[in-house]
Structure formats: C-alpha cells, structure tokens
C-alpha cells in the first residue's frame, strides 16, 4: 500500500526487485497531518491510482492466487557499448542529456584519450571494481569499476590528482544523490596530506564556488552516484518534493592548519600523514550564527532547537569562531560536543511533532529502544534531549574573515575512507 505520489517509484521498486507483478493498493498524498476520518475515507475511499473500492483491492491483492507471471520473476540487461560513434560536441552534449547522463550543465565529453588521463590518477586497475552503490533503499545494488568512476571525473571537468579521493568517496558505497525528501548531497570533507598536494580550499569561501578542486570534486562525486547507482530521477528514483540546490556539489578540505584542535579524521582514529574523505549523509536545514561572547550559549541553543531532530547537525567553525570557543573553556572538540548534546533541549511535544519522528523513530521507541522510549514517556512540555553526542560532528573550515559558524544537517553514519588506499 502506497500513497499516489509514489506509484512510479513503488513499481520502479517491484521491477527492479525483480516481482513486476507485485500487488499495489494507492490512497491520496498526504497522510501526514491528516484526521483520523479523513483517513478512514481514504481507505473507504477510492484506489487513487487503479480506480475501485481501495479496501476490494487490498484484499484481492492477499487473496487472489499467483500465477506463472508473479512466479518467473525479472531478469536485467544491463549491457551497454563502451563507445559512441564520433559527432559534433553540441550533437554529442546534447545526447547526454537527452539520456540523463549529466547533471543537465554540459560536460567535459569523455574521450577515450581524456579517461586514460585521468586513468594515471591512480595505480588501479581500470576493471577493479570499487563498490556498490544504490539510489533508494529498497533498489538494487549496481557495481561500478575505476574506468566508469574515471569517465564520470572526467566529466565533471577533475583532474587526474584528484581521482583517488573521488574514488575513496565512492568506495565509502554512500550515494551523493540520495532520495531522501529535499535533502542536500552527501557532504565530502577531506583531511590530511592531499589537502594541499591538490589545492583544495578550507579558508575562504570554501563552501562556495570558488576553487577547483572542491567544485569538481564534489561533482564528479554527484555525477558518478547518479549514472553508477541506476540513475536519480525525478518521480521514479529521486521522490525530494522541491529538491535541492545542494546537490549539486558539496565538497570542501578542514581547516587543520588554523584550528585549535587536532584534525576530524584524528579525533576518529587516523593518523595525521593519512589522508581521508569523511562523507556526511544530507540533510535538509541550513543555519548561521556568531560567537558573541554574552549571548553565545543562547544563540547555539536556539540553533540546535531549529535542527530538525531526525538528523544530528555538521557544526562548521570558522577558525575564528573555534578559537573562542577555546577561551569560552572548550579545549577539545569534545568538550564541545558534550556540551551541544547537552544543550539540544526541545519540549517532547515539539520533538515528537515531526513526520519523520513519528513515522520512522516512534516505533523504535514504542518498542523500548533508548533514549527514544524514554522520550515518549515525557509530559509535553518537558524537554527531552534532540542528540547524542555521536549524532553531532564539528569541523573547523572558514578564512578568518568572521567569526561565524554553520549548522548544517549531516549525519556521519561510520563513513570515514583512507584516500591513501586509493592513490
């Protein structure tokens, strides 16, 4: 059962899972919000896809037997020619986007010439695979080679030094194009060594559009998790309501060299000579905030109670911003993330009063898992405690040009790769 909206991507789903034939029942989007008798009419109602009593169809569904059709199943053919024939560039731009092979900006046309370039970026074979990757939860895993990361990187407009950390970005198997509900692209941060051996940026403007290598790192990133996961489309596989900017390109190096504390992918046990992506998984909220030394607390509390509790927040410090936390007390990255775990305070009413809460935690909770139980437990007005310190992650990235800070939603879900491995 399934509400209208999703119908393509519920039998894009079945298809893909091989059982075409599955038995779907659709009522009207939305059913969040709605009334308890406007949901009873919806189930009295009609099917709002099929047509017919949706209950009638819900049971002919579970009872009306199999037949050789359900039983065979679906097999794929996934072969493809590697080449295209020679033509124009705009005949030939014009025909990746046609087939939604690109993020609809043009590309770099990947000649045979311009992959085994970008090829000598790393010492792996070209047919090694790399990983697995898929872009909903309930498709298919595709798997993908070094030469198809490479075409996309080419693509993309990176250059060769900078296909081992793109690589490492994919092997994490973390799509940059998930489907989630207006979500941002997976958020790739870089540490160590390879920072400043390709020039990326952690200072000024480094979440912008403004240095190379974070641009087209993030997009090759992008690009390849679309074409190499089974595609991101709109209504089919990609079900975000507006969408989201973000997901363009979100790449960017931290700041090690100004911040007051040892490096992110130090505190998550590396070493400072490795050098590391650490993917975030997206999200959908954006904030921005000073440190002003009598209302600081204030203003990071209500920034916390603005996240949405579903998924922790990126605390992103210009260098500026993080050393004054250091004379507020906060000598280690720690401390202050205790510090933020303990101040995320939200009355449970609003805490609970979320879809995502309610339709993916509340079970959790109903079934005793904590903190969660314990949270459906208080009174409404009482404040329950949005994160844990491992929801919450702090990076140091920014020029000196401000004191100022980011909440972005990004969750780190372990992904934490040795680009090393990939060189």
């Given at each position: 059962?399934h509400?209208?909206?999703?119908?393509?991507?519920a039998?894009?789903?079945?298809?893909?899972?091989?059982?075409?034939?599955?038995?779907?029942?659709?009522?009207?989007?939305p059913?969040?919000?709605r009334?308890e008798?406007?949901?009873?009419?919806?189930?009295?109602?009609e099917?709002?896809v099929?047509g017919?009593?949706?209950m009638?169809r819900v049971?002919?569904?579970?009872t009306n037997?199999?037949d050789?059709?359900?039983?065979?199943?679906?097999?794929f053919d996934r072969?493809?020619p590697?080449?295209?024939e020679?033509?124009?560039?705009?005949?030939?731009q014009?025909?990746?986007?046609?087939?939604?092979?690109?993020?609809?900006?043009?590309?770099?046309?990947?000649?045979?010439e311009?992959?085994?370039?970008m090829l000598?970026g790393t010492s792996h074979?070209r047919?090694?695979?790399?990983?697995?990757m898929?872009?909903?939860?309930?498709?298919?895993f595709?798997?993908?080679?070094?030469?198809?990361?490479?075409?996309?990187a080419v693509?993309?407009?990176?250059?060769?030094?900078?296909?081992?950390?793109?690589?490492?970005?994919?092997a994490?198997?973390?799509?940059a194009?998930?489907?989630s509900?207006?979500?941002?692209?997976?958020i790739?941060?870089?540490?160590?060594p390879?920072r400043?051996?390709i020039a990326?940026?952690?200072?000024?403007?480094a979440f912008?559009?403004y240095?190379?290598?974070?641009?087209?790192?993030?997009?090759?990133y992008?690009?390849?998790?679309q074409n190499l996961q089974?595609?991101s489309?709109?209504?089919?596989?990609?079900?975000g309501s507006q969408?989201?900017?973000?997901?363009?390109?979100?790449?960017f190096?931290?700041?090690?060299?100004?911040?007051?504390?040892?490096p992110?992918?130090v505190q998550?046990?590396?070493?400072?000579?490795?050098?590391?992506v650490?993917?975030f998984?997206?999200?959908?909220?954006t904030?921005?905030?000073?440190?002003?030394?009598?209302?600081?607390?204030e203003r990071?509390?209500?920034?916390?109670?603005?996240?949405?509790?579903?998924?922790?927040?990126?605390?992103?410090?210009?260098?500026?911003?993080?050393?004054?936390?250091?004379?507020?007390?906060?000598?280690?990255?720690?401390?202050l993330?205790?510090w933020?775990?303990e101040?995320?305070?939200?009355?449970a009413r609003?805490?609970?009063?979320?879809?995502w809460?309610q339709?993916?935690?509340?079970?959790?909770?109903?079934?005793?898992?904590?903190p969660y139980?314990?949270h459906l437990?208080?009174?409404?007005?009482?404040?329950?405690?949005?994160?844990?310190?491992?929801?919450?992650?702090?990076?140091?990235?920014?020029?000196?040009?401000?004191?100022?800070y980011?909440?972005?939603?990004?969750?780190?879900r372990?992904?934490?790769?040795r680009?090393?491995?990939?060189?």
């Open positions: 059962m509400t209208h909206v999703f119908a393509r991507l039998r894009s789903v079945a298809r893909a899972n091989g059982m075409p034939t599955t038995r779907q029942a659709f009522v009207p989007q059913v969040v919000g009334s008798a406007e949901l009873r009419a919806y189930v009295d109602g099917d709002a099929n017919g009593p949706f009638q049971i002919e569904g579970l037997p199999l050789d059709e359900d039983l065979a199943g679906l097999s072969s493809a590697a080449l295209l020679p033509d124009t560039e705009e005949t030939l014009r025909l990746f986007v046609e087939e939604r092979w690109t993020d609809f900006l043009p590309v770099v046309l990947p000649t045979e311009r992959v085994e370039a000598a074979a047919d090694e695979v790399v990983g697995r898929r872009p909903t939860a309930f498709r298919e595709w798997e993908f080679t070094v030469e198809k990361v490479a075409v996309n693509m993309a407009g990176a250059r060769p030094e900078y296909l081992p950390v793109i690589l490492a970005a994919m994490s198997g973390m799509t194009r998930s489907s509900t207006t979500s941002f692209a997976t790739a941060m870089v540490n160590g390879i400043n051996e990326m940026n952690s200072g000024t403007g912008g559009p240095n190379h290598a974070n641009a087209t790192i993030g997009r090759a992008s690009m390849a998790s089974g595609g489309v709109p209504g089919e596989t990609y079900m969408g989201n900017s973000y997901a363009y390109s979100a790449a190096a931290e700041n090690e060299e100004r911040s007051p504390w040892t992110f992918h998550h046990g590396f070493e400072p000579t490795d050098s590391t650490s993917l998984l997206g999200g959908w909220y904030q921005f905030g000073t440190i002003r030394d009598d209302t600081w607390q990071f509390r209500g920034a916390l109670r603005a996240c949405d509790p579903f998924i922790g927040p990126i605390v992103a410090l210009d260098p500026i911003a993080a050393n004054k936390l250091v004379d507020f007390g906060f000598d280690t990255r720690e401390k993330v205790d933020l775990a101040n995320s305070l939200l009355p609003e805490y609970w009063d979320n879809q809460m339709t993916l935690v509340r079970p959790w909770a109903v079934l005793g898992q904590e139980a314990t437990k208080a009174e409404p007005d009482e404040a329950v405690q949005m994160f844990r310190p491992q929801d919450i992650n702090v990076v140091v990235v920014g020029g000196e040009t401000g004191g100022t980011k909440m972005l939603a990004g969750s780190l372990d992904s934490i790769v680009i090393d491995d990939w060189r």
